[in-house]
Each structure stands twice: as structure tokens, then as C-alpha cells.
Nanobody
């Protein structure tokens, strides 16, 4: 069983920055995709950014130009740098790993709250 350890959420003023990190609890192989999702109260969970290992990076239009996704290869860690945060970015952010065999793992989520 793999657990995903998320960190970096918090309370920030509009225009501020936060950096989210996601690390597996142990070294794992055969990761196909890592990504960040978010879910605001009363809304569906949505994909924010994802990275196909050895392939493309996807950034949602709503955060393009403000959020950057990066990976630390040795740790299999995934970082989401969030700049110029807006009120509408307030949500619980979840890390997800998809494996080659089809198994998916989710983190428990980290809260991001943007205040005016």
C-alpha cells in the first residue's frame, strides 16, 4: 500500500504564493502519471495539473501562467508552485498517482484558502 504525503497548504492573501508538495510514503516504480486535483465546496473535483512520466505536462486553463508543476526525480516528489493566488483558487487540493497497471492512489488533501 502506498500513501501520499501532501504538504504546503495554508491561508494566504490574494496575490500571494504557496507551494504544494506530494511524496509517496515509500519508493515506488512504474508511475505513469502524477497530478494535483482540487475540490471547492459544492463543486466537483477538477484536474489542476498533471505530468505524464516521460511525456507531457498538463496545466488547466484556469491556472495557466500562475501555477507551475515540477518533479523531483529521486524522491518521486511532485511540486505545485502556485503564484498570484485568487479567491477562486480556494479548495482542498489532492495529489494523485496513476500506476502503469491501472492502480490509482490519492492523498488525503491539503487545504488552500485565499483571502481578500
Amino acid at each position: 500500500q502506498v500513501q501520499l504525503v501532501e504538504s504546503g497548504g495554508g491561508l494566504v492573501q490574494s496575490g500571494g504564493s504557496l507551494r504544494l508538495s506530494c511524496r509517496p510514503s515509500r519508493t515506488i516504480f512504474n508511475i505513469r502519471v502524477m497530478g494535483w486535483y482540487r475540490q471547492a465546496p459544492g463543486k466537483q473535483r477538477e484536474l489542476v495539473a498533471s505530468m505524464v512520466f516521460g511525456g507531457e505536462t498538463f496545466i488547466a486553463d484556469s491556472v495557466k501562467g500562475r501555477f507551475t508543476l515540477s518533479r523531483h526525480n529521486a524522491e518521486n516528489a511532485l511540486h505545485l508552485q502556485m503564484n498570484d493566488l485568487k479567491l477562486e483558487d480556494t479548495a482542498k487540493y489532492y495529489c494523485k498517482i496513476s500506476m502503469d497497471g491501472g492502480m490509482n492512489y490519492w492523498g488525503e488533501g491539503t487545504q488552500v484558502t485565499v483571502s481578500s
